[in-house]
Protein backbone atom coordinates (compact mmCIF):
# COMPACT_ATOMS: atom_id res chain seq x y z
CA UNK A 1 0.00 0.00 0.00
CA UNK A 2 1.44 3.48 -0.87
CA UNK A 3 1.75 6.06 0.93
CA UNK A 4 -0.66 9.30 0.39
CA UNK A 5 0.32 12.66 1.39
CA UNK A 6 -0.97 15.83 0.51
CA UNK A 7 0.73 19.44 0.26
CA UNK A 8 -1.15 22.98 0.05
CA UNK A 9 -1.52 24.66 -3.37
CA UNK A 10 -2.17 28.31 -3.69
CA UNK A 11 -4.89 29.58 -4.76
CA UNK A 12 -7.06 29.55 -1.73
CA UNK A 13 -10.60 31.11 -1.70
CA UNK A 14 -11.98 32.67 1.48
CA UNK A 15 -15.05 34.03 1.95
CA UNK A 16 -16.40 32.61 -1.67
CA UNK A 17 -19.45 34.38 -1.51
CA UNK A 18 -22.40 32.07 -2.27
CA UNK A 19 -26.36 33.39 -2.56
CA UNK A 20 -29.35 31.57 -3.53
CA UNK A 21 -30.02 33.75 -6.65
CA UNK A 22 -27.50 31.95 -8.68
CA UNK A 23 -25.46 28.96 -8.70
CA UNK A 24 -21.27 29.06 -8.08
CA UNK A 25 -18.43 26.67 -9.43
CA UNK A 26 -15.22 27.10 -8.80
CA UNK A 27 -12.25 28.50 -9.83
CA UNK A 28 -9.27 25.69 -9.16
CA UNK A 29 -5.47 26.71 -9.60
CA UNK A 30 -3.87 23.81 -12.38
CA UNK A 31 -2.08 21.78 -9.98
CA UNK A 32 -5.11 21.30 -7.11
CA UNK A 33 -6.35 17.41 -7.26
CA UNK A 34 -8.48 17.55 -3.89
CA UNK A 35 -10.02 20.22 -1.75
CA UNK A 36 -11.51 21.16 1.54
CA UNK A 37 -14.52 23.75 1.57
CA UNK A 38 -14.87 25.36 5.08
CA UNK A 39 -18.56 26.38 5.57
CA UNK A 40 -18.47 29.83 7.35
CA UNK A 41 -21.45 31.23 7.55
CA UNK A 42 -25.33 29.75 6.51
CA UNK A 43 -25.95 26.56 5.05
CA UNK A 44 -25.57 25.87 1.19
CA UNK A 45 -26.58 23.01 -1.12
CA UNK A 46 -24.07 21.25 -2.97
CA UNK A 47 -23.16 18.96 -6.17
CA UNK A 48 -20.28 16.82 -7.46
CA UNK A 49 -22.13 15.69 -10.45
CA UNK A 50 -22.28 18.67 -12.55
CA UNK A 51 -25.71 18.82 -12.13
CA UNK A 52 -27.08 22.11 -10.62
CA UNK A 53 -27.91 21.94 -6.88
CA UNK A 54 -31.00 24.23 -5.70
CA UNK A 55 -32.31 24.88 -2.53
CA UNK A 56 -34.19 21.20 -2.14
CA UNK A 57 -32.20 19.52 -4.49
CA UNK A 58 -27.95 18.32 -3.61
CA UNK A 59 -26.67 17.88 -0.43
CA UNK A 60 -27.23 20.27 2.02
CA UNK A 61 -23.80 21.76 4.18
CA UNK A 62 -24.51 23.54 7.53
CA UNK A 63 -22.42 26.05 9.51
CA UNK A 64 -19.55 24.40 10.38
CA UNK A 65 -19.21 21.47 8.24
CA UNK A 66 -16.24 20.45 5.44
CA UNK A 67 -16.86 19.55 2.67
CA UNK A 68 -14.27 17.43 0.85
CA UNK A 69 -14.10 17.19 -2.72
CA UNK A 70 -12.03 13.91 -3.48
CA UNK A 71 -10.65 14.26 -7.55
CA UNK A 72 -9.79 16.63 -9.83
CA UNK A 73 -13.50 15.26 -11.53
CA UNK A 74 -15.41 16.41 -8.04
CA UNK A 75 -13.60 19.74 -8.34
CA UNK A 76 -14.41 20.85 -12.06
CA UNK A 77 -18.05 19.67 -11.25
CA UNK A 78 -18.83 21.23 -7.84
CA UNK A 79 -21.42 23.63 -7.75
CA UNK A 80 -23.11 25.01 -5.03
CA UNK A 81 -26.09 27.30 -3.81
CA UNK A 82 -26.78 28.92 -0.51
CA UNK A 83 -30.42 27.53 0.97
CA UNK A 84 -31.35 31.29 2.12
CA UNK A 85 -29.17 33.77 2.79
CA UNK A 86 -25.62 34.80 1.76
CA UNK A 87 -22.88 32.15 2.90
CA UNK A 88 -19.34 32.24 2.52
CA UNK A 89 -17.32 29.28 2.32
CA UNK A 90 -13.21 28.99 2.81
CA UNK A 91 -11.71 26.42 0.23
CA UNK A 92 -8.17 25.35 1.29
CA UNK A 93 -6.83 23.05 -2.20
CA UNK A 94 -4.38 20.31 -2.48
CA UNK A 95 -2.51 17.99 -4.49
CA UNK A 96 -3.14 14.65 -3.72
CA UNK A 97 0.33 12.22 -4.09
CA UNK A 98 -0.13 8.61 -3.70
CA UNK A 99 2.73 6.61 -4.55
Known amino acids: MGVRSRSSVSGAQFALAVTSAA ?9 AMVAEIYVRTAPVVFTRDGTDPTAT ?9 TIVLNSRNELDKFKVIAVSTTAA ?5 YTDVSG
Open 57 to 65: KGVQADVGD
Open 89 to 93: LDIEY
Open 23 to 31: VVTLTVPDA
